[in-house]
């Protein structure tokens, strides 16, 4: 899936841009762009693929991601209301300066920017702290909005609270003809994953023999299909035990694993607990945070 090259739009009296997109603007092709990119969905469920990592968000969801990172965001259609909305923020790194990002006081907004280069996605604490200051941002001009920018960049910095999502030594082999093979692998995994799937069908399904699309997958997303398979069940599983009716063993027919003893181990082995404890402390912290 080739990311195509996205030209964003800076207002020539302005040094970055601030957007809102709602509703049918939601849904992003596989893009990248030489900015950094700050981006807070609101209200809204879906999949995130980020470089050679895929992840299911609910409702909220907020990311850092560097120059040149090639995403896509595709949301659940069906969860989409008037509320659901992403407030999106590109920048390049030296938008401030040269001179003012080698200030010692920049240092630790300098750190982060760096290590955005491989995407990070903030915690849910940063994000309380840091949401209220994003929504100020669209309505805001000038040095008010500047400051508001660094006032954000400055809370990640320092809290440090925030996972890497890019695989280490991540590099994307631009090709006219890898990127349309992995558009229709992703795009047939999300369609597919909740039955048996073969790496003959997906072979086949992009012109490759076997050993051939072995190969070519594991060099473009550094994992093995069946690899990057069981991540994208077991996230999606995640999602189901705190957002579904269902029970542990209609999850897992659900994420396409018809033997349960199988779906255990491979959540086991991803998540390090298992599925119902997985539930259970997640349903734990929410109790704790209604009380708090």
Known sequence: MRPSLRKISINPLSSFSVRIDREEKLNSNWHYHPELELLLIKNASGTSIIADKVEHFNSTYLVLLGPNLPHTFLFEQKGLNKKSEAIVVHFYENFWGDAFLQLPEMKEIKQLLQTARSGLRL????????????EKMPDA???????????????AAQKKDYAIIASKGFVYDISDENDIRIK????FTIQNYDREITINEVAELVNLTKESFCRFFKKI??????????????GMACRMLVESNLSIKEIGYSCGYYNLSNFYHQFNKLMGISPLQYQRDYFNLVRESEVA
């Not at 915690?123 to 994003?134: A, D, F, G, K, Y």
């Open 123 to 134: 915690s849910n604490e940063v994000q309380r702290e840091i949401t209220p200051l994003l």
């Open 141 to 155: 001009s000038g040095l008010d909005r500047m400051l508001l920018l660094i006032k954000i960049l400055k809370i």
């Open 184 to 187: 229709k692998v992703y795009e």
């Open 221 to 234: 997303a550094r994992k093995t299909y069946f690899q990057f398979l069981i991540e994208f069940r077991i």
